[in-house]
């Protein structure tokens, strides 16, 4: 499953996303991850269990880098159950779409594959969002 929490930047989604990793901690049977662009300004919000996983030293430039990023997370531990990834935009360094929705795709298709939740925090106002970003939503 792939999910995605949308809003304009300030929302809060930060904040929920955060509310969602640590209770996915509490019924998870697997691993929990956590993906941020800035760990430090969230490590002491999320419990110690989840293993976090900061994108800043990798100078990740599109989608397609930061899905390769991704794999070699799950390719290191087949015990994850559920990524959270925060700022999507902020890690591939664009707020541009093009290419967004193939990822959301492979992502799903993984989803599949290796049983993992994916929730994913989007800043995007969510009247004027895509079709395909709303019915993730």
């Known amino acids: 499953m792939v999910e995605l929490l949308i809003g304009k930047k300030g929302t809060g989604k930060t904040k929920a996303l955060i509310e969602k990793v640590n209770n996915a901690l509490t019924v998870a049977k697997g691993n929990v991850v956590f993906i941020s662009n800035d760990n430090e300004r969230n490590m002491f919000d999320i419990k110690s269990k989840v293993r976090m996983a900061d994108t800043s030293e990798f100078d990740i430039e599109s989608y397609s880098e930061f899905l390769g990023f991704i794999c070699g997370i799950v390719s290191r531990d087949f015990d ?44 995007i106002d969510a009247e004027t969002a895509p079709d395909y970003i709303k019915k993730l939503a």
């Open 80 to 123: 994850i159950t559920n990524i959270f990834i925060d700022g999507i935009f902020k890690i591939v360094g664009t707020d541009n779409l093009e290419g967004f929705e193939g990822f959301l795709n492979r992502l799903e298709k993984m989803s599949q594959k290796f049983n993992i939740s994916f929730v994913i925090s989007v800043s």
